[in-house]
DNA sequence: AAGCATTAAATGCGTTTGCATCTTTGTTTC
DNA sequence: GAAACAAAGATGCAAACGCATTTAATGCTT
């Protein structure tokens, strides 16, 4: 039916999800070993970190990630408990809420920054390039 | 340090994110909608038939699937109490179990393997080739 | 301006997961 | 052969997730 092979696309799946699962598996542990936070947490730090515009809405922060927005809600607490982002009110639409880092928070981002790149190089280097 | 700059690794690690949360959901989802299974007991069956040899032991299963041991436990729990699989007791090391496909179980697996094919279809043709 | 649909975020709830532990069986060592 | 050790699988437990619902604010239509 189509030009990719039914095989191939189930060889291709498998890829992903090997690689997947190897990496997130060692990158959740070493984050959350090292700097005691989840892969969920630095994904939103990261975020931060990229959007410079200091404060993002959590929806804006939401359609960026991939998590459920509940998710997302339960994480950026987990963050704010931890003291490495706070939330604030928006003046403009008082539904919305602020989310930003805080110094510990981008601190914290800087050193776990170092063991996601070093596991990255690790584990998703010998990666195939795949045809 | 290495040939392939961090950044690069860094990208590389968003598009496999990006590719395994698309097709994961989509194909958890359309697989407990149509067939009342997730991913990792389809993954299961999957392993099953792939193994010509009928029946496995939960070990053997575990080493090829990514997933804990104890979730895999639960998983082929939850596999047997829906009649797709049967656990057995193995003669040679009272330690392991046998685990083997029933008639429902291998009929679920076919008509769900068309679900996993077209979600693949849908979801994972169009990913960039990636220089 | 009043009423209704829509949107942002939070929360209750059930499911799945991994870790640690337990039980049972097999293996090795002395 | 008994004691220590290892291995297979099950289970208690807590964490994180997604879905559905709730609460609150905004926008839209008449």
Redesign the pocket.
Same mark, same amino acid.
């Given at each position: 039916m189509t030009e990719t092979g039914e095989t191939e696309l189930v060889r291709r799946w498998r890829d992903v999800l090997a690689c997947y699962s190897t990496v997130s598996?060692a990158l959740d542990?070493a984050l959350q070993e090292t700097h005691g936070i989840?892969? %969920?947490e630095f994904e939103v730090l990261d975020r931060l970190i990229d959007a410079s515009c200091e404060d993002l !809405?959590?929806?804006?922060?939401?359609t960026s990630m991939?998590?459920?927005? %509940?998710?997302?809600?339960?994480?950026?607490?987990?963050l704010e408990r931890d003291g490495l982002v706070e !939330?604030s009110m928006?003046a403009?639409?008082?539904?919305?809420?602020?989310v930003k880092l805080t110094a510990a928070g981008r601190e914290r981002h800087t050193r776990a920054r170092t063991t996601q790149r070093a596991v990255l190089a690790e584990h998703l280097m010998a990666e195939p390039a795949r045809a």
């Open positions: 598996c542990r989840g892969m %969920s !809405r959590m929806h804006d922060l939401a991939y998590l459920s927005q %509940s998710a997302l809600s339960r994480t950026v607490a987990r !939330r928006c403009d639409d008082r539904r919305a809420i602020f």
